[in-house]
């Protein structure tokens, strides 16, 4: 059966794709895309390891970074069937049920990522604010409730996607333009009225673009501290303590920012353009932020090394 937007009855599954004109070389491309995904769980999962089991990283700014690596762990099991199933089996079709699934759970993690980001922007802020506060400012408890309170609004922000997809009726087009599924793809593909997907997804991208909007503010107070000291060796220590939540916000917004961009005032950009840089939204801060926070905390550096060395001994 072709893979067409030609169908005059209501369809039960959609159509994913891969890199197009390069359906030839997918199964080449699963290669460093299966290398991705393992170093990116492995990665993850020996954060989360060392911040469970090491005493001396029991600290909130170690918890907030165990938030993250459970958002990237989200965001690389949620996508991972559909990417291997795409370009490793070359079998694109997707149910409706399994794909408004994964829509769930993948803007659910990148909320919560972008959620876990502003936490640790504040974070930063009270470090180097308050220095001798931060222990009683920033408990073991308080931590605790801050993660659940934006884990349950992440879920609740995204919980009517699923079901607001679900009321449209799909009767003409069946392929989405993406490796995964995604509101704002699906919906393009209703023939019914989706005003109030239109609307709830333009609210929740205002959250978002929020959670920007609020690190921009943290890091502007955090410059205001920094300007305001004196030497210049101690305005590199306290920018060096938060470059790695800087390399992290990177790597978060700019796929998704360079994305919106080219879909709002590139519409004649190439389909390959627009999948590339979707993939690398969801490929690249699972892999590059454990990388990146190994590379510049000494604490979580000192206790990989100390473990490699152990089993070499």
Same mark, same amino acid.
């Given at each position: 059966?072709?893979?067409?937007?030609?169908?005059?009855?209501?369809?039960?599954? #959609? %159509?994913?794709? =891969?890199?197009?004109? /390069? !359906?030839?070389?997918?199964?080449? &491309?699963?290669?460093?895309? +299966?290398? @991705?995904?393992?170093?990116?769980?492995?990665?993850?999962?020996?954060?989360?390891?060392?911040?469970?089991?090491?005493?001396?990283?029991?600290?909130p700014m170690y918890y907030f970074l165990s938030m993250l690596a459970l958002s990237d762990l989200g965001l690389s099991i949620s996508s991972l069937p559909t990417m291997?199933?795409?370009?490793?089996?070359?079998?694109?079709?997707?149910?409706?049920?399994?794909?408004?699934?994964?829509? #769930? %759970?993948?803007? =659910?993690?990148?909320? /919560? !990522?972008?959620?876990?980001?502003? &936490?640790?922007?504040?974070? +930063?802020? @009270?470090?180097?604010?308050?220095?001798?506060?931060?222990?009683?400012?920033?408990?073991?408890?308080?931590?605790?409730?801050?993660?659940?309170?934006?884990?349950?609004?992440?879920?609740?922000?995204?919980?009517?996607?699923?079901?607001?997809?679900?009321?449209?009726?799909?009767?003409?087009?069946?392929?989405?333009?993406?490796?995964?599924?995604?509101?704002?793809?699906?919906?393009?593909?209703?023939?019914?009225?989706?005003?109030?997907?239109?609307?709830?997804?333009?609210?929740?991208?205002?959250?978002?673009?929020?959670?920007?909007? +609020?690190?921009?503010?943290s890091y502007m107070l955090i410059l205001k501290i920094v300007f305001g000291i004196a030497s210049r060796k101690g305005?590199?220590?306290?920018?060096?303590?938060?470059?790695?939540?800087?390399?992290?916000?990177?790597?978060?917004?700019?796929?998704?920012?360079?994305?919106?961009?080219?879909?709002?005032?590139?519409?004649?950009?190439?389909?390959?353009?627009?999948?590339?840089?979707?993939?690398?939204?969801?490929?690249?801060?699972?892999?590059?932020?454990?990388?990146?926070?190994?590379?510049?905390?000494?604490?979580?550096?000192?206790?990989?090394?100390?473990?490699?060395?152990?089993?070499?001994?």
């Amino acid at each position: 059966m072709s893979i067409s937007n030609t169908s005059e009855v209501e369809i039960s599954t #959609f %159509f994913l794709i =891969g890199i197009p004109g /390069m !359906e030839h070389a997918h199964v080449w &491309i699963s290669i460093p895309i +299966c290398l @991705i995904y393992l170093f990116s769980i492995l990665g993850n999962c020996i954060i989360l390891f060392f911040i469970k089991t090491e005493a001396s990283l029991h600290e909130p700014m170690y918890y907030f970074l165990s938030m993250l690596a459970l958002s990237d762990l989200g965001l690389s099991i949620s996508s991972l069937p559909t990417m291997l199933r795409i370009f490793l089996l070359n079998a694109p079709g997707i149910s409706s049920d399994a794909c408004l699934a994964q829509e #769930f %759970f993948i803007h =659910g993690f990148s909320v /919560m !990522e972008s959620s876990v980001l502003f &936490i640790m922007s504040v974070d +930063c802020f @009270i470090a180097i604010n308050s220095p001798l506060r931060y222990a009683s400012i920033l408990t073991g408890t308080r931590v605790i409730k801050i993660g659940l309170v934006f884990a349950g609004k992440s879920i609740l922000l995204v919980l009517p996607f699923p079901f607001i997809l679900k009321r449209l009726k799909y009767c003409y087009k069946s392929l989405l333009s993406h490796s995964y599924c995604l509101h704002q793809d699906v919906m393009k593909l209703a023939c019914s009225d989706n005003k109030v997907n239109i609307i709830y997804g333009f609210f929740v991208a205002l959250t978002a673009m929020l959670d920007l909007a +609020c690190i921009s503010v943290s890091y502007m107070l955090i410059l205001k501290i920094v300007f305001g000291i004196a030497s210049r060796k101690g305005r590199l220590k306290v920018l060096n303590t938060c470059i790695s939540h800087i390399c992290a916000v990177l790597i978060f917004y700019v796929p998704i920012i360079t994305l919106a961009v080219v879909h709002r005032f590139a519409n004649n950009a190439s389909p390959v353009i627009r999948v590339i840089i979707a993939d690398t939204f969801l490929l690249i801060p699972p892999l590059m932020n454990p990388i990146v926070y190994s590379v510049k905390s000494q604490h979580i550096r000192n206790r990989i090394f100390g473990k490699l060395c152990e089993k070499q001994s």
